[in-house]
């Protein structure tokens, strides 16, 4: 015998279906203008039957493949298309008080950075103006309307962070991470980070390093284990935490190539930056189709490189000490004064590679002053 549903199960049920009548209605009304309108007016109908189609109330169910292709398509035209889909895409997103919308509406444009064509993303990487942190403005978003509405605005709001997030690092390393018309050939991409300078190359893997954080700070799932949305979002999310591992990796080698060249302060940025992606380990998402053994071997690089970053800290903080003790001494000689080279200045070329330490030239120095002072 079926037992009766609950109080909150039947709020539960009558919200879902008002949310499949209202998806009902707002489809028939959309695709009824868009056989009637023509021209500008019928693709603006059909962009909107679109968006529809891919946000949909029900919370459960991730957008269909077709739909988000669909949704993807107007990235192939014109550039006033594509713009008109990014604008139509967040205004829907800004404007639902729907959790189980405004999850769906990230989902499309995490789709459009991870499959979207350059127009596409162009615009997306444009808007607003203004960018920064937060400007999804979703960091409030409340839908208390069921428990599961509630539940899934904490994912709403980790996410469109996450995504925030996401685009900002994009932006300062000059292309979307983890899309798949954006995959920089590896030999490339190390030519690139090898021509940066050593602050660049610290601020770049900082950012990486922060949507590790981010996404360790993913909701728990509760009573969403099994959410078929809730998985979608992880997946992408999943393939993205891959992708800036592997840029890491990168940086982190190139890190390896410079340890005898890096200045004091970016020593400690760099050792900052790989303790806090340490301190991901272990609360990262497990990856499917992943081999062990590259995880594995990724925080093996982190710790090692770690390791020599602190042993050359400590050594640069005995040299200048010795370098401190030195300039006392030799100033109390007038006419050597001005020939002692302070610890923060430095020999700089277009390439990180070549950056001189002005410890070693401190060290070259002082041999050179020696042997004039026993003359």
Not at 57 to 82: M, V, Y
Not at 326 to 339: T, V
Request: neutral net charge.
């Amino acid at each position: 015998m079926r037992r009766p549903l609950s109080h909150m199960g039947r709020r539960r049920k009558l919200r879902e279906l008002m949310g499949a009548i209202k998806d009902k209605a707002s489809q028939s009304k959309a695709a009824i203008l868009c056989k009637l309108n023509t021209n500008t007016l019928s693709s603006s109908s059909s962009l909107h039957l679109t968006l529809l189609r891919a946000t949909t109330h029900d919370p459960f169910t991730p957008p269909n493949p077709k739909s988000l292709a669909a949704l993807l398509s107007f990235g192939l035209s014109s550039r006033a298309t594509a713009s008109s889909a990014v604008e139509s895409l967040m205004d829907r997103l800004q404007t639902t008080h729907d959790s189980a919308v405004a999850l769906k509406c990230l989902l499309a444009v995490h789709h459009v950075i991870k499959y979207g064509s350059f127009i596409l993303q162009d615009q997306l990487s444009v808007y607003p103006a203004g960018g920064g942190r937060n400007y999804l403005n979703l960091s409030n978003f409340r839908d208390d309307s069921t428990p599961v509405a509630w539940e899934l605005s904490s994912w709403v709001r980790w996410y469109a962070q996450y995504i925030e997030n996401l685009l900002l690092t994009s932006r300062l390393l000059g292309f979307f991470v983890g899309s798949n018309s954006c995959i920089v050939e590896k030999d490339k991409e190390e030519e690139r980070v090898s021509a940066l300078l050593n602050a660049n190359l610290v601020r770049e893997t900082e950012s990486l390093v922060s949507l590790l954080e981010g996404i360790c700070k993913r909701p728990e799932s509760l009573g969403l284990g099994e959410n078929r949305l809730v998985i979608e979002v992880l997946g992408l999310v999943g393939e993205d935490q891959i992708s800036a591992m592997n840029e890491i990796s990168v940086r982190v080698n190139e890190f390896d190539e410079r340890l005898n060249c890096l200045s004091f302060g970016d020593s400690i940025e760099l050792l900052g930056a790989l303790k806090r992606s340490e301190d991901c380990e272990g609360r990262l998402l497990a990856v499917p189709n992943v081999k062990n053994d590259l995880v594995e071997g990724f925080w093996g690089l982190i710790r090692e490189m770690k390791t020599k970053v602190g042993k050359e800290k400590d050594s640069n903080n005995k040299l200048m000490a010795t370098m401190r003790v030195e300039r006392e001494s030799f100033s109390e000689s007038a006419r050597f004064g001005d020939l002692v080279l302070r610890p923060s200045d430095s020999v700089r070329f277009s390439s990180g590679r070549l950056a001189v330490n002005a410890f070693h030239l401190s060290t070259i120095q002082s041999c050179v002053l020696d042997e004039i002072t026993q003359l």
